[in-house]
Antibody, heavy 129, light 106 residues
Framework: EVQLVESGGGLVQPGRSLRLSCTAS????????MSWFRQAPGKGLEWVGF??????????EYAASVKGRFTISRDDSKNIAYLQMNSLKTEDTAVYYC????????????????????WGKGTTVTVSS | DIQMTQSPSSLSASVGDRVTITCRAS??????LNWYQQKPGKAPKLLIY???SLQSGVPSRFSGSGSGTDFTLTISSLQPEDFATYYC????????FGGGTKVQIK
């Protein structure tokens, strides 16, 4: 079964750090880009960032709201993606989801569409003093 | 940043109704549009990718259409398990979501 399991969430004080893990199973982890999303209580979905597969250099990109504070990495030997969160703020309080990213070659458009076809159940991060 | 606007933000419908949700992009995004369903306390689930491609395992009552700036998610005959919040997402430039449409029981 294809599965993603997030872990590492919890209560943390503002300004501190936390590292989330996303453990994958049931597919060849190294072949896929991976993303992180979050959802603040009662709010919509927000993209946090992604990491490309090693085939694409393992490049990373981040949302403006977390750039410079959050870092995504991956260990393909362990099938784990990480989200290192530093200098946490109260507004970082959310459920954090990791996703497997798949691509579709749109013949009509002549371009690749990315979509998130597998989601973990999420882990809750609460930033509060 | 590309802004995604969904309408309505909520709707009430009955089992068997045809439901249509609209998503508008602030600029053309071609067919770089995905739809997700989220139930309370659960992770989102992919329904439609590339504007109109049905994800494997998703019932055929779900369909998507549109290109450029205007997109539609249609549920042809609403079922009890379809009461949820639906989000559109663009992947043309970075990734942004619409604000969501909550489908409630009438």
């Amino acid at each position: 079964e294809v599965q993603l399991v997030e872990s590492g969430g919890g209560l943390v004080q503002p300004g501190r750090s936390l590292r989330l893990s996303c453990t994958a199973s049931g597919f060849t982890f190294g072949d896929y880009d991976m993303s992180w999303f979050r959802q603040a209580p009662g709010k919509g979905l927000e993209w946090v960032g992604f990491i490309r597969s090693k085939a694409y250099g393992g490049a990373t990109e981040y949302a403006a709201s977390v750039k410079g504070r959050f870092t995504i990495s991956r260990d393909d030997s362990k099938n784990i993606a990480y989200l290192q969160m530093n200098s946490l703020k109260t507004e970082d309080t959310a459920v954090y989801y990791c996703t497997r990213d798949s691509n579709f070659w749109d013949l009509i458009v002549g371009a690749t569409v990315t979509y998130m076809d597998v989601w973990g159940k999420g882990t809750t991060v609460t930033v509060s003093s | 940043d590309i802004q995604m606007t969904q309408s309505p933000s909520s709707l009430s419908a009955s089992v068997g109704d045809r439901v249509t949700i609209t998503c508008r992009a602030s600029q053309s995004i071609s067919s770089f549009l995905n739809w997700y369903q989220q139930k309370p306390g659960k992770a989102p689930k992919l329904l439609i990718y590339a504007a109109s491609s049905l994800q494997s395992g998703v019932p055929s009552r779900f369909s998507g259409s549109g290109s450029g700036t205007d997109f539609t998610l249609t549920i042809s005959s609403l079922q009890p398990e379809d009461f949820a919040t639906y989000y559109c997402q663009q992947s043309y430039s970075s990734l942004t979501f619409g604000g969501g449409t909550k489908v409630q029981i009438k």
